[in-house]
């Protein structure tokens, strides 16, 4: 059975904290693991990686794929209220499926 | 932002009549999905299109069918609603080409089953 595993479930942090999120998985026929971040209303896009070791990076945010190891890493440097959010981790199969995580919620205290 | 849009966004409406959620994009991108979000279960597929007229199950379709007579129009149908598919809806587009592998959000849609 495919699958996609987050940690922590949730976190609570104070603004300028570093913060590592987890995603492991196990899927058939892998194509891409997606981050996004959802806030009160649809998931937002962050990162796809497709190869291991690439570290992609947006201002505080970057994220790494291990493709022998089955997981992903998101880092948030900095951590700002405005943060504060569920983050969804996403694999995409070769057929264009997606199996989503249930995502680990984050708060950040001012 | 990427050009979908789900219509009704709220609902409410009593067990055992049918519902139909709509979906439009004008992207023009070939896959289109339907997905259920509740509390500890994260964003579950439902059925996802890719093409017209093509479409397949996903993880929880007991209850639900749907229909894509164009590219641009995705239909999630509850022939008849329960209690338990009270839920908020997000149809979801992607493409297999170019920078289209993402796969981007509709608004969503607040479904309550009373």
């Known amino acids: 059975e495919d699958k996609v595993v987050q940690s922590p479930l949730s976190l609570v942090v104070h603004e300028g904290d570093t913060v590592t999120l987890n995603c492991s998985y196990e899927?058939?026929?892998?194509?891409?693991l997606l981050w996004y971040k959802q806030e009160k209303k649809a998931p937002t896009f962050l990162f796809m990686l497709?190869?291991?070791?690439i570290e992609k990076k947006s201002g505080r945010l970057s994220s790494i794929l291990d493709k022998k190891e089955l997981f992903s890493i998101l880092n948030i440097t900095a951590t700002q209220t405005g943060d504060s959010a569920v983050y969804l981790c996403a694999v995409r199969t070769t057929g264009n499926q997606f199996y989503f995580g249930t995502g680990t919620s984050l708060t950040v205290i001012p | 932002d990427a050009g979908i849009t789900q219509s009704p966004r709220h609902k409410v409406t009593e067990t055992g009549t049918p519902v139909t959620l709509r979906c439009h994009q004008t992207?023009?991108?070939?896959?289109m999905y339907w997905y259920r979000q509740d509390p500890g279960h994260g964003l579950r597929l439902i059925h996802y299109?890719?093409?017209?007229?093509?479409?397949d199950k996903g993880e929880v379709s007991d209850g639900y069918s749907v229909s894509r007579s164009k590219t641009e129009d995705f239909l999630l149908t509850l022939e008849s609603a329960t209690s338990s598919q009270t839920s908020v809806y997000f149809c979801a587009i992607s493409d297999s080409s170019g920078s289209s592998y993402e796969q981007y959000f509709g608004p969503g849609t607040r479904l309550t089953v009373t």
């Open positions: 899927v058939t026929n892998f194509r891409s």
């Open positions: 299109s890719y093409g017209v007229k093509d479409t």
């Open positions: 497709t190869s291991s070791g």
């Open positions: 992207e023009n991108h070939r896959y």
